[in-house]
């Protein structure tokens, strides 16, 4: 099961997407853990985003996308991953695809968490992040707006778009990811029931 996970700075991503990992045994990436790291060890691509964290630009394109198709090919993303913040524009995204292409190993679903600008303002305000001040919030909000957004019709033209209401407790949250849709690979029965007869909603984690 691949899955990319979608949705604005502070739409709770990575809350998420760590119970369904953990729910799936999938490896959640989340792209703005995996830069933190680099910048804190200091590293040659941390020296590079750096500056791109600090102000809430995106870190440019070939570098995310070399950085993460390097580690897609590990062999625990063999069975299943979960993208968290990547990817973040269009180009990304095409690379994505055009990878997987080549690897026979496709998407299966984008999930994308909405919420209403008011409620993201307040979530991030209270997180304190070193990129959690009021310019970079603002800066990362429109760089959503003009370079991510438009990636929810590039899957939804794909037929991978599922879109979820992120207000509310984070099992709410959960709750609505789970109950997606029959074609997405996670719907499933509760942990610890039968499969469904005919199999027809068994987890797909090939
Ligand atoms: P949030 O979604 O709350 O803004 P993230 O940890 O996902 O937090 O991202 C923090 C920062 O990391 C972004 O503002 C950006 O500078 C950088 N970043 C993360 N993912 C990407 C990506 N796919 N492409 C370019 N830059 C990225």
């Known amino acids: 099961m691949r899955v990319v ?15 369904i990992a953990a ?7 989340a792209t703005g853990d995996i830069l933190r790291a680099n910048v804190a060890d200091g590293t040659p691509l941390g020296e590079v985003a750096q500056a791109y964290l600090d102000s809430g630009e995106l870190v440019p394109d070939q570098v995310v996308v070399a ?6 090919t590990q062999p625990d993303c063999k069975r299943g991953f979960l993208l ?11 690379a994505l695809d055009e990878h997987l292409a080549e690897v026979g ?3 299966d679903a984008a999930i994308n968490l909405e919420v209403a600008e008011g409620e993201l303002l307040q979530r991030l305000a209270g997180r304190g992040r070193a990129d959690d001040n009021t310019q970079t919030i603002r800066n990362r909000l429109q760089v959503f707006a003009s370079s991510t957004r438009p990636l929810l019709d590039y899957y939804d033209e794909q037929g991978l778009l599922f879109s979820v209401a992120a207000a509310g407790t984070i099992e709410e949250v959960s709750e609505r990811i789970l ?13 610890g029931s039968q499969p469904a007869t005919s199999g027809s909603e068994g987890v797909d984690v090939s």
């Open 5 to 19: 996970l979608l949705g604005p700075p502070g739409a709770g991503k990575g809350t998420q997407a760590d119970r």
């Open 23 to 29: 729910r799936f045994q999938l490896v959640h990436l």
């Open 67 to 72: 950085m993460m198709l390097e580690r897609l």
């Open 84 to 94: 968290d913040g990547f990817p973040r524009s269009v180009a990304q995204a095409r």
């Open 105 to 107: 190993t496709p998407l």
């Open 179 to 191: 109950h997606a849709p029959r074609d997405v690979p996670w719907r499933a029965p509760p942990a």
